[in-house]
């Protein structure tokens, strides 16, 4: 599985957008990239996922370049309720991958 | 639909003992994947069960073992506990195992003593 790179710490106003950079520059042809996030003493959560298009759902957006090497997640309003630690994960998407590699993420602290 | 349950949500042992672990996911889910986490590891990948067969498996010694049953219930075993095994065991599920939206529990979190 290709690794990635987050920052390992971000700070972001409440009701700003929180930009989480996730770098990914091995990356092949068939792995997905997916985001997932860990508050405090819960197991991780699903965010999102896309192969090469930007991808929207009801929690956040997902960017990623032209070349596939990195993405932005995207909390379009960030609550307090979303501080956590986030995870870029690169996986390929077939029936024998259902093992997600975590790395040690981007802790998001949303302040008032 | 009821989400991801572990049971027990804590544990203390003792080291020499084994313990077993029990997760059930959500109805209709039949892939299984366990995972540890711990502050020095981070989340780490044990394996992961499909139709009660495991498919998946993670770089763990062989006192790590599980198993899966026809109601896709799963359980996690330890045998002969260290110190070092103290951690949070995370159980996931996913609806058709032929993607990687998993759906985690809350976790088991189990002291070594």
């Known amino acids: 599985d290709a690794k990635t790179t987050q920052p390992p710490s971000m700070d972001c106003a409440e009701g700003r957008a929180a930009n989480l950079p996730c770098n990914h520059s091995?990356?092949?042809?068939?792995?997905?990239v997916y985001w997932y996030r860990q508050i405090h003493s819960q197991g991780p959560q699903y965010i999102i996922h896309?192969?090469?298009n930007n991808e929207t759902n009801e929690m956040a957006s997902l960017i990623i370049t032209e070349d596939r090497k990195s993405s932005t997640l995207i909390l379009p309003h960030a609550t307090l309720r979303d501080t956590a630690v986030y995870y870029c994960?690169?996986?390929?998407?077939?029936?024998?991958?259902?093992?997600?590699?975590f790395g040690t993420g981007t802790r998001l602290q949303v302040t008032l | 639909k009821a989400g991801v349950t572990q049971t027990p949500r804590y544990l203390i042992k003792t080291r020499g003992q084994q313990v077993t672990l029990s997760c059930s996911p959500i109805?209709?889910?039949?892939?299984v994947s366990w995972y540890q986490q711990t502050p020095g590891q981070g989340l780490q990948f044990l394996f992961e069960?499909?139709?009660?067969?495991?498919?998946n498996k993670g770089n763990f010694p062989g006192r790590f073992s599980g198993r899966q049953f026809s109601n896709s219930r799963s359980e996690m075993n330890v045998s002969t506990l260290e110190l070092g095994d103290s951690a949070l065991y995370l159980c996931?599920?996913?609806?058709?195992?032929?993607?990687?939206?998993?759906?985690f529990g809350p976790g088991t979190r189990l002291t070594v003593l």
């Open positions: 996931a599920s996913s609806p058709r195992g032929l993607d990687n939206e998993q759906f």
């Open positions: 091995t990356i092949s042809g068939n792995e997905y």
């Open positions: 896309g192969l090469k």
């Open positions: 994960i690169v996986s390929p998407n077939t029936g024998t991958a259902s093992k997600l590699t």
């Open positions: 109805s209709g889910h039949r892939s």
């Open positions: 069960y499909f139709s009660e067969t495991q498919r």
